[in-house]
């Protein structure tokens, strides 16, 4: 937040990038050390919510919305709300035990997008400003990324690093390794790239899923009785 004050996007987001790195590291840690309690599930949302939530909306606030007036406060505002209500949810919901999938956008995942495309900003022709603190792209896709946030849409975990899991979902470890990948040779381009894809194919998968149960669905069962009557 220091940094997005200096007008030093590249550092803000970067840095909003390393928190994301600790915060896959603690869960690791906590999971090898069996250390999870309900303290330290409180305490990692609240680090998310300001990691993910505030930094990445003053950030955007800053960088591409603050000559839209009110209403551009309103939008920066959504990462920083629709977060939190998606932590508070996670955490009611949260029985101790780690999924495959999220219910909905993690919420670094959507800090992650945001600083996507400020680093692109400058590089990739769709996302360039108009002018200085005005950058249209942002205000639909902020938007979408909230709603993201608050949806039913099943998100890929992140794998742990391990041979078990390697055997046992070779797709999935394939995929993220080679996402890992295109994220150290091309750096900016390269997480825009990554996450453009893994939300797409979540959304993908969704939309999927709806056709076929809406295809295969018996037009009579309507209350869960296949029974006709006249």
Do not use: C
């Not at 551009?72 to 955490?91: D, T």
């Not at 996450?195 to 009579?220: C, E, M, N, Q, W």
Request: glycine letters at 6%; proline letters at 6%.
């Amino acid at each position: 937040m220091i940094k997005t004050f200096e007008s030093n996007f590249e550092s803000a987001a970067w840095l909003i990038i390393l928190a994301g790195f600790f915060d896959l590291l603690d869960g690791m840690m906590a999971r090898l050390t069996n250390g999870s309690s309900v303290f330290g599930v409180e305490l990692d949302s609240l680090a998310d919510i300001v990691s993910f939530g505030v930094a990445p909306s003053f950030m955007i606030y800053v960088f591409g919305l603050s000559s839209y007036g009110f209403s551009g406060v309103i939008v920066a505002s959504l990462p920083a709300i629709a977060g939190a209500v998606r932590l508070a949810k996670y955490n009611v919901a949260f029985d101790g035990v780690k999924s495959d999938v999220f219910d909905g956008m993690p919420i670094p995942v959507q800090a992650s997008s945001i600083v996507a495309i400020v680093l692109n900003a400058q590089n990739v022709a769709f996302l360039a400003p108009d002018e200085p603190g005005r950058l249209p792209i942002l205000i639909p896709a902020v938007v979408i990324l909230s709603i993201l946030m608050l949806s039913t849409i099943d998100f890929d975990n992140v794998p742990p690093p391990s041979a078990r899991y390697m055997r046992n979902h070779p797709v999935k470890a394939v995929l993220f390794s080679a996402g890992a990948l295109i994220l150290l040779i091309f750096r900016e381009l390269g997480l825009l790239i990554v996450l453009s894809a893994y939300v797409f194919v979540a959304i993908g998968r969704a939309v999927y899923k709806f056709a076929h149960a809406v295809a295969t669905a018996d037009p009579f069962d309507v209350d869960g009785d296949d029974t006709i009557t006249e």
